[in-house]
């Protein structure tokens, strides 16, 4: 078993920042791709960022600037650094990654409970 677990929520001004971490632990493997998801209340829930193993980023449109995604591959763990936040980044925050679980041939995706993020004006 697999779990990841998500830290760093919280409440914050518009304009200041957050850091969000997620640590993967149990029967790992390897760890591919690393992706942070949030949802609104109401809303889809959207891909926010991603890296790969070797550390290639994406971010979507509406944070690119402002959120910066990286990893930690040793202690597997995922870190979300979140500057000049706005009220609509306001969402539970999810960890997701594709991990290979040990003696396993193929990874799948694990998601974490989520973190609350709450940006007011």
């Known amino acids: 078993q697999v779990q990841l677990v998500e830290s760093g929520g919280g409440l914050v001004q518009a304009g200041g920042s957050l850091r969000l971490s997620c640590a993967a632990s149990g029967s790992i493997g390897s760890i591919n791709a690393m992706n942070w998801y949030r949802q609104a209340p109401g809303k889809q829930r959207e891909l926010v960022a991603t890296i790969t193993s070797t550390g290639r980023t994406d971010y979507t449109d509406s944070v690119k600037g402002r959120f910066t995604v990286s990893r930690d591959n040793a202690k597997n763990t995922m870190f979300l650094q979140m500057n000049s936040l706005k009220p609509e980044d306001t969402a539970v925050y999810y960890c997701?990654?594709?991990?290979?679980?040990?003696?396993?041939?193929?990874?799948?995706?694990?998601w974490g409970q989520g973190t609350q993020v709450t940006v007011s004006s």
């Open positions: 997701n990654a594709e991990v290979r679980q040990r003696d396993y041939v193929f990874a799948r995706p694990y």
